[in-house]
């Protein structure tokens, strides 16, 4: 029957196993010390345990070397706790083996198993253990040491659609400047911005001149990635005034990818991008260098984040934006998954922080389609319902025009909508009930919150109103309806997929939805299909027929110092929301969506 010894950091030492209690003894051979083989070793395997490495060293026949290298043992394993067990000894006249286990338990819930043999001898009559470092492990030699050494875990990386990497672990160096360590400010700033525009062109020697007055000691000029740093730190060095200091975070692969979503990404991920570490126990020699791994368990990476974001579609929609001068967003998504292919900001609104997902505008003439969704909903009408659209029509105290006063006459309601009529929606929309704007507004994934993980989102605002007047300007996206380029373009995803999708942007972290989100008919789906497609075909977005099956509704929203310009629609799998703020006319906005539409690979 084997014996097991435990250290007394966890369990009291297990003497009860003994036959003979253990006692130090001062040289081998002392006729008070342990009489048989089997009392021995177990004397040794249990002092080990409990870490009083003189008593079992006092044990062996070789005292002043067994101490030191028992003690080293502990040290180096940074061991927790030694779970020892013994075999009944095999004893071939004054020899004997004791075959033993050991159970290290090392820091971090580690746990090391192995066995060995310890090598027994007889003199004058008393039994000792022949010293060898084999005693403590059997590939360890005499003039080695065993090493616990962690091995980090790769850190996870952030991947687009394709699998191509966004996001990758590694240093980062932070650019300072206070311009009180220079006698020439001017000259410094100077020479920071030719060195650092190459990297982002807003960095100019007066922004840079201009932020350093401004702060009170040293600024943050720019953040690098390590291979960024090393093309411009000759550069940088003899710069007085410039310092760095070099960090590990999360870094862009392209700074222009999509730079304010990949920041909203950073922040999301950051915390669950360590993998598991490794551990390995290695021999070392008396230079220091490795001899043999004797055990080891290999590190765990944490699984790559995969977002939703589509590489080519996020590349043209944030080409199409940053032509305008205007603050330029857009929203593309999926709607048979409700994958987030695309946010594109261009640097004017990046200004005002992630608008393109939370941002809210009047929406103007794009609500129409929630209006026409919650007339075929209530049965008031359908696209071949005729409906009148006067120059103007008068709604309780309020007068209402169309845009320069045009007028169709009496037309079915598609043709009111593909000429964007005011006059015809505001009517509609003032005899509908106080809740049915808010209503469809839901259908067609406007009003619930979407915690989208790695995202901050706002749909829109669809208050509920029994106010003819503010229900009629409502109706047309001119009272007190608010909406974002993403909750535009859940209205298009929900029109092109015929459900409402739900949103998400990092793959395995579902989005949590709030609020309730009733379903279109297939009927009145079907409808606003039917008008979406007139619009492109004839109506106020023909500049973008010549770009396949595109279904989309103009809008243009009065607001103090213009109007905003928004395009909304679908082609295929793919909606998109395009809001050009005080861009004025909607043609602005078409025009951006289909820059982004032309600028995509075959197949798209």
Known sequence: MSTRFSSSRRFPLLTTLLTVTAVTVAAVGCASGPQGPAQTADAFLSAFADKDVQAAADLTNLPEKAAPALSSAWDQLQAEELIAHSEPPRVTGDTATVDYTYEWHLPKNRVWTYSGQLQMGRSEGAWAVRWNSANIHPQL??????????????????????GSDVLV????YRIFFDRKGTADPVGVANSLAIALRQFDERLTPLSVLTAARRAEGKFTVITLSEWEYNEVSGDLANLRGVSYDKQWDMVPTDRRFAPDLLTQIRKTVIDEVDGKAGWAVLTVNANGADVDVLTEVEPQASPSFSLSVDRYIQNAAQRAVDLRQEQAMMVVMQPSTGAILAIAQNAAADADGPVAASGLYPPGSTFKTVTAAAAMSAGLADPETVVPCPSTIIVGDRTIPNYNLFTVGDVPMWQAYE?????????IASELGGQDLRTAAAALGVGPDYAVVGLPTVSGSVPESDELVQRAEDGIGQGKVLMSPFGLAMVAATIA??????????????????????????EVVDGLRLMMRRVVLGGTAERIRD?????GKTGEAE??????????????????????VRGGSSDNAVAVTRDMLTALPAGY
């Open 141 to 162: 030699g005499n003039t080695q040491t065993l090493q616990l050494r962690g091995l980090p875990a790769p850190k996870a990386r952030v991947n687009e659609r394709s």
């Open 169 to 172: 672990p590694g240093p980062i």
């Open 419 to 427: 000429r964007s009529c005011n006059t015809a929606f505001a009517k």
């Open 497 to 522: 997929h015929g459900t409402t999708p739900v949103p998400y942007l990092i793959s395995g972290h579902p989005t949590q939805i709030t609020g309730d989100r009733t379903q279109l008919a297939p």
């Open 547 to 551: 770009q396949g099956e595109v279904y």
């Open 559 to 580: 607001v103090d110092g213009g109007s905003h310009a928004w395009f909304v629609g679908y082609r295929g799998d793919m909606a998109f929301a395009t809001l050009v």
